[in-house]
């Protein structure tokens, strides 16, 4: 079965340095995402991204954050100056047009020291 | 703005039936979807439901939506050990671009 794939699955970070999340959407997918979870907390949406562009982003996804489709199968997600709180599971997640359901990675878990 | 409430937590017998509950606020939900994470592990689709059915069934999975209440249900048939886990719903509006809104989740205990 198709899968989505994300790494790395952990990475340790200093506050203050740059970090890229990488993810590899299933093959025909359309629509890509983000969301975190920051430990014992709900899942939060961070952002969509379709035909190249960002969709929708939430509050959360400030001018700290970008995301970029750099070719046809990687979608990153790049934190500009890590903070402490931004401590959390990274969850990439993609669709296809004619699927209704959302297939997850399995997550990276992002701590900043 | 959307809102998805769950019950935090459920424990029952390895045998019996689980019965998880969701209500969210946005009327306008299209689609409603239960994913399941194990500890450590990402977000696995167990199911999905559209908002014009009320009930729909997947092998020991069973979903019942209540769109005047606005309330989701997931019943889980002849719990295992193996369903023990973190149940989210979630929605979204469309379908298609739009994202997923998620619940705060429920853990699932399953005791012998």
């Known amino acids: 079965e198709p899968e989505v794939t994300q790494t790395p699955s952990h990475q340790v970070t200093q506050m203050g340095q740059e970090v890229i999340l990488r993810c590899v959407p299933i093959s025909n997918h359309l629509y890509f995402y983000w969301y975190r979870q920051i430990l014992g907390q709900k899942v939060e949406f961070l952002v969509s991204?379709?035909?190249?562009?960002?969709?929708?982003k939430s509050e959360i996804f400030d001018d700290q954050f970008s995301v970029e489709r750099p070719d046809g199968s990687n979608f990153t997600l790049k934190i500009r100056s890590t903070k402490l709180e931004d401590s959390a599971m990274y969850f990439c997640?993609?669709?296809?047009?004619?699927?209704?359901?959302?297939?997850f990675g399995s997550g990276t878990r992002l701590t900043v020291v | 703005g959307e809102d998805v409430e769950q019950s935090l937590f459920l424990s029952v017998r390895e045998g019996d039936s689980s019965v998880i509950n969701c209500t969210y606020t946005d009327s306008s939900s299209t689609y409603l979807y239960w994913y399941k994470q194990e500890p450590g592990a990402g977000l696995q689709l167990l199911t999905y439901i559209f908002s014009n059915m009320d009930m729909k069934q997947d092998q020991r999975l069973t979903v019942l939506l209540n769109k005047k209440d606005k309330h989701l249900s997931l019943r889980i048939a002849d719990t295992q050990t193996g369903d023990s886990a973190i149940y989210f719903c979630?929605?979204?509006?469309?379908?298609?671009?739009?994202?997923?809104?998620f619940g705060t989740g429920t853990r699932l205990q399953v005791t012998l």
């Open positions: 997640a993609s669709k296809g047009r004619k699927d209704y359901g959302y297939t």
């Open positions: 979630a929605e979204s509006y469309t379908g298609t671009a739009s994202k997923l809104t």
């Open positions: 991204f379709y035909n190249n562009e960002i969709s929708e």
